[in-house]
């Protein structure tokens, strides 16, 4: 019988981690029962002592799933742990996540410590953490870069002091596969009562190896992988949950299963990118836009005659269905509904009547409407309630002209107006509406995207403003990407003028 490997996923934690990615409660709550359906193991709900918003849904999300273990980050502080495991009061099943680091750069630049006091410190909050729970796992941060006799030393205590699950973070990505492969093998072979205890993979994909070295990883006995829905992470990300599940369905041999419903990894991914207003890259391993999509000719002959020649998973096994029919201007809110509800994502009547109307307007500007649109109107709903909000927005450009935008502002239910001139229809439209908006502030990042194909396609503006030292995050979806990139831009300014 194959064996089963955990999958702990850490979205909600070291994925939401990234800038510009923040979640409300609600939207954490939808993922984590995304993450229930799909039949995830544990979900690190979020690391409690570092606000009262990551407090309030690490209590929320274990009140709202079931059976999978809801598991929080600390420290090695005892505040940390006591206040995680407040948050975890009502998790029906319950794990604390705590550590330190015992690199060299941590040990010495970090903390201004030695060997022995870290050793004696991952005991402690590993016993204190005991007091709380039974279930507690110790991560030994920045492992990949940590002497692998040291690191046995400190997993051998830490298992001594009663943890249930070991996690050998390669923090900074830095690891090659082998090398990972070698550490978990080291401690398999080296560390007393080792098979007491889960060990656990965390990769990072700094140098593009997170998969990999979770594979080598799990391939030398670890048997837990934390993961991140599309790979989301810091910097470049964590291992991604689609590619780990789908690399043990598809190879066999390696006589590892995971307890994921493979169909539902779709869906997640597109809710977690809409929600987050984090882009899947197009040609991102299982979840991309073109991970399926054969465009020379020799492939498209290939797959037509068999499906296997040039494809090794069926995209029905996660949960894209080419036959899934596009809505369109004729589609009714029953329609909408239900695709919205095979997206992993409920609304009340009302909040679906508000969102089937600005279904209905970009039907009429745009033929066929898909799961990506449908997910960008649902993320959309949730920016109508800001205090500036866009009233008007009229451009003239082209070749040879100097483009002139006016535009209209609603701020606070008063109405303000402005025309600017700029060498762009975007510069003229931002000019004007920075003659409303006269505070500081500075684009640092400015992307458009579309969403689908065809001239007639929805754009997608990712924004990074930065105001008073501060990076402010901003995003719009249009049909018109002159109007999105301004709508983006009200966005960022929305977070900091409250
Ligand atoms: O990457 C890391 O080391 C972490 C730990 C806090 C688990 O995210
Ligand atoms: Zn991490």
Known sequence: MAERLFIFDTTLRDGEQVPGCQLNTIEKIQIAKALENLGVDVIEAGFPISSPGDFNSVVEISKAVTWPIVCALTRAVEKDITVAA??????RRKRIHTGIGTSPYHIQYKFNSTQEKILERSIACVKYAKKQMEDVE????????????????????VIKAGATVVNIPDTTGYCLPSEYGAKIKFLMENVKDIHKVILSTHCHNDLGMATANTIAGIINGARQAEVTINGIGERAGNTSLEE??????????????????????????RTVSSLMNMPVQPNKAIVGRNAFAHSSGI?????LKNRESYEIIDPKEVG??????????????????????????????EKLDDIYEEFLKLADRKKDINDDDILMLAGKDRTTSQRIQLEYLQVTSGAGVRAVASIGLNIAGEKFEAAASGNGPVDAAIRALKKIITRQMTIQEFLIQALNKGSDDVGKVHLQVEHNGVNYYGFSANTDIIAASVEAYIDAINKFEK
């Not at 492939?299 to 797959?303: A, R, V, Y």
């Open 244 to 269: 780990i599940a789908m690399i043990f369905k598809s190879h066999k041999e390696l006589d590892i299963e995971t307890n994921v419903n493979t169909k539902h990894i779709y869906s997640i991914s």
């Open 138 to 157: 110790f991560y030994c941060e920045d492992a990949g870069r940590t002497d692998n006799e040291y690191l046995a030393r400190v997993v051998e205590a």
């Open 299 to 303: 492939h498209q002959d290939g797959i």
């Open 320 to 349: 894209i269905d080419e036959n899934t029919l596009a809505l369109t201007a004729r589609s009714g809110r029953a329609a909408l509904k239900h695709r919205l509800s095979n997206l992993g994502i409920e609304f009340s009547q």
């Open 86 to 91: 407040e948050s975890l009061q009502y998790a």
